[in-house]
């Protein structure tokens, strides 16, 4: 990983996220209260994983008493962030786009946003969308539905193994082209490599799909879900639990309909949905001695379970009962998270020691 000792890719800017090409909704509260800070950005650029030498560090919580995170940071880096902030005596805060783990310096406040869940929710409240209760099996034509786009490998190697299993073939799915050479693995227990077959490239909601813009894509997606018996919401690089990363959209579009979800999300979103009142039973990203194949194979066996429920109407039908009241609950509760969000926000400021509430 490659490591600057100069503020590549730092600014002094409002807080704000990825996805003001598409939302006008200002995070709440953050700028009001401390304007333009220095922004600590995604620690990836052009797909590479990057990170500051320990001095620029020590400089940076030195000469700013608010520094403004992003997401993604390995449970490293947040740890080499702390031996900086150990090093001063005056009070600093961070304002993060999602919950930091572990324990921090006296002189260190935290507040977390949540900022595109915020963006989402608002998104979603403003479509008015029409649920769908007391689904009938008679209604639906797909199995699940899968979003797999990106660059990571994690739910490349899933998609390639859902396919050989033939679970591709009654669902509807999201994925750039791949080749079986993309699910090769170093250790092969299931002797999978030399069966493996190409995936033909496929975005839901063909032409009209508009990659990171939610506002548009809110008008196409959840009519594709409710065709579904249930929705498999897997997030970016499920093979790595140990970075943080915020609530984005890919985890919320598990919650937009009353489609049953099967999640796939990182444990420190998990513990976020939850403390926020969802209702799911987490599947879970690779296991600290969980090797590549292990997971994958946990997956598929979680969705293919699923997959032969669907193919039995009367089991099919009661199953789809059992989980109405927490998918209606998880529907409902998206589109006023922001509220919620909001008075979390306003409550972290308003909860700050007067010492830290002067920075």
Not at 96 to 102: K, Q, V
Not at 152 to 163: F, I, S
Not at 255 to 264: N, R
Request: hydrophobic share 35%; net charge neutral; proline share 4%.
């Amino acid at each position: 990983m490659k490591r600057y000792s100069y503020p590549y890719l730092i600014e002094n800017k409002k807080y704000q996220t990825e996805w003001r090409n598409w939302s006008s909704d200002q995070i709440p509260h953050i700028s009001e209260k401390w304007g333009s800070r220095i922004t600590l950005p995604n620690p990836v650029a052009l797909g590479e994983f990057f990170w500051y030498d320990r001095a620029l560090l020590d400089r940076l919580v030195k000469d700013n008493s608010v520094i403004f995170l992003n997401y993604g940071y390995f449970d490293w880096q947040l740890d080499e962030l702390k031996q900086s902030l150990k090093k001063i005596e005056e009070n600093r805060i961070l304002v993060s786009f999602c919950r930091l783990p572990g324990e921090w310096p006296k002189n260190v406040r935290l507040i977390h946003t949540e900022p595109m869940a915020y963006q989402f929710s608002r998104a979603l409240d403003r479509a008015q969308l029409r649920q769908k209760y007391h689904r009938q099996i008679k209604d639906l034509k797909h199995s699940f539905a899968i979003m797999a786009m990106g660059v990571d490998q994690g739910r490349h190697k899933l998609m390639l193994m859902l396919k050989k299993m033939g679970l591709l073939d009654r669902a509807i799915h999201s994925n750039p082209k791949l080749s079986k050479i993309d699910g090769i693995y170093i250790k092969d227990d299931l002797a999978l490599n030399d069966h493996l077959i190409d995936v033909e490239g496929k975005t839901l909601g063909d032409h009209g799909y508009v990659k990171l813009d939610v506002e548009k894509n809110l008008q196409i997606l959840p009519k594709l879900f409710e065709e579904c018996h249930f929705y498999v919401s897997i997030d970016t690089n499920p093979f790595l639990d140990n970075r943080i990363v915020c609530i984005t959209e890919k985890v919320m579009w598990g919650v937009t309909t009353t489609t049953p979800l099967l999640p796939i999300w990182a444990t420190n979103k998990s513990e976020q949905m939850k403390n926020w009142g969802f209702r799911f039973d987490n599947v879970g990203y690779r296991g600290v001695n969980e090797s590549q194949q292990g997971a994958v194979q946990r997956w598929c066996e979680r969705i293919m379970f699923l997959d032969k429920i669907t193919q039995d109407i009367e089991w099919a039908q009661s199953w789809e009962n059992s989980r109405g009241e927490d998918s209606s609950h998880n529907a409902d509760l998206a589109r006023r998270l922001h509220n919620i969000i909001e008075a979390d926000i306003h409550r972290q400021i308003e909860e700050l020691p007067a010492d830290f509430y002067r920075l």
